[in-house]
């Protein structure tokens, strides 16, 4: 095109840069996701050839099942979201599978105690829901909308398990008729979502400078009037959740409302306030909490036990557990984690993990956690909306809190708390939610890489 200027002369026009598609990277998804399907179906096999010598008779139908959830979540996120992460789907896939061998492992020495086929009905019904999300999901925002109901509905799950009995000294499950479910896994989500959408909606005011805390500069408050109910709030669900026992969800929905308000306002001093509340409320709760106090003294020193002469307990059999299996491990379904008692499918599962896998092989989880938890912050901070990405750093922080104290408890490296590892650990509660979080990363991802006009500026 031919350009006419003011001294006559004639310019020509830059021609229009030609629109870049951005890469799907479908095709690399469905690679990752046929690689963990033959991963998860290789140790099933392994489990059955170390315990009976022969291949499981149900190899066939776990992989063909495992491959058709994987598959048709695949199908999903390439017809909705097609510029989603291409590693989110592959690790839940990968997880949930090595979840499932777990199981099935542990349940070949309780003979009357199957936990295996159950975990993976609620294994179909997560990946169920989390095509519901993808599919019925167009837009992540519209979520925004229900913050105030997503709080009431969080706070009457919370109270739900206070008018049924204690398990193992918690009151976290509702058991009615052989069914049970855990409702605070469900309202780590939904809280994570008032979360969200309270901080974004508020952020102005959250960034205006209240009062100053004593001479410390950075420490200063917003207003009572803006920050009042979301502390309200998270009072009210940590306080109902100490009257059920729940101390690991407590310390979970704690250090969501701290890092969510760091990212929301941008000022470390809340770090600072985050943590010293922490360990104020851990040394009372310890020292109040009967349930809590003989944990923490289990954790002071697991070994006590076997000095009385009463053998080891949970913890005490968990460290043995890591320690029989070094750096390579004993092998799939050679270990003797099982020793730990009642809590080896769920709590201690990782126990097992460390001892048939070795630290190779737990180091190998603890990446496959922390690149989830990579890719949900990305997406998050990729995102213009404010909501959209704390929403997603929100989500991704419930995962990686809940890898924390778990890991943590059944290491020795902080108190046992009583949590379900995610997509590892028996629990149909924990595995359905999981799969929702990354139903939710998917599509913010996807909305956060399709904002983008194809030449790498937003």
């Not at 407590?250 to 929301?264: D, E, K, P, R, T």
Request: aromatic share 10%; proline share 5%.
């Amino acid at each position: 095109m031919i350009k006419a200027g003011m001294s006559g002369t004639t310019v020509a026009a830059e021609p229009p840069t030609p629109a870049v598609r951005l890469p799907r990277r479908r095709g690399i998804e469905f690679t990752l996701i046929v690689l963990a399907v033959l991963l998860c179906v290789y140790g099933y096999c392994a489990v059955g050839l170390a315990k009976n010598g022969t291949v499981p008779p149900g190899a066939a139908g776990y992989g063909a099942g495992l491959g058709v959830l994987a598959l048709l979540a695949h199908f999903a996120v390439r017809l909705r979201a097609p510029y989603a992460d291409p590693l989110l789907l592959p690790i839940a896939v990968l997880l949930n599978g090595l979840g499932l061998v777990l199981i099935y492992r542990l349940d070949l020495e309780t003979p009357r105690d199957q936990a295996a086929p159950i975990q993976l009905i609620w294994s179909t019904l997560g990946v169920a829901l989390f095509i519901a999300v993808v599919l019925c999901l167009r837009d992540h925002r519209v979520l925004q909308r229900y913050t105030y109901v997503s709080v009431v509905t969080a706070l009457v799950l919370l109270t739900l398990p206070i008018f049924f009995p204690a398990v193992n000294g918690a009151r976290i499950w509702i058991r009615i008729a052989g069914f049970s479910i855990q409702p605070g896994e469900f309202a780590k989500v939904l809280l994570a979502l008032f979360f969200a959408g309270y901080l974004a909606a508020n952020r102005n005011a959250l960034a205006y400078t209240g009062r100053q805390i004593w001479r410390f500069k950075r420490l200063q408050l917003p207003t009572g009037r803006v920050l009042g109910p979301i502390v309200a709030i998270w009072l009210l669900s940590v306080g109902v959740l100490v009257l059920e026992r729940d101390l690991g969800t407590s310390l979970l929905f704690f250090g969501l409302f701290v890092i969510l308000l760091y990212v929301a306002t941008g000022r470390t001093g809340w770090i600072a306030v985050g943590l010293l509340l922490a360990g104020v409320g851990a040394v009372a709760v310890g020292w109040l909490e009967p349930h809590v106090h003989s944990r923490v003294q289990e954790w002071l020193h697991p070994f006590a036990s076997i000095e009385a002469g009463e053998g080891p307990n949970q913890i005490a059999q968990s460290l043995f557990a890591f320690a029989a299996g070094g750096m390579l491990g004993t092998g799939l379904g050679l270990g003797h984690s099982i020793l730990i008692g009642f809590a080896a499918k769920s709590d201690f599962i990782l126990a097992t993990a460390g001892e048939e896998l070795g630290l190779i092989g737990l180091s190998a989880i603890f990446l496959l956690y922390a690149l989830l938890v990579e890719r949900g912050y990305r997406a998050g901070l990729t995102l213009r909306d404010p909501f959209g990405r704390l929403l997603a750093i929100g989500l991704a922080s419930i995962v990686a809190l809940q890898v924390f104290v778990i890991a943590g408890g059944v290491t020795g490296l902080i108190p046992l708390t009583g949590m379900a590892m995610p997509f590892l650990a028996q629990g149909g509660s924990s595995v359905v939610t999981n799969w929702i979080i990354v139903a939710l990363l998917i599509r913010i991802s996807d909305s956060a890489r399709s904002q983008y006009d194809g030449t790498g500026a937003p």
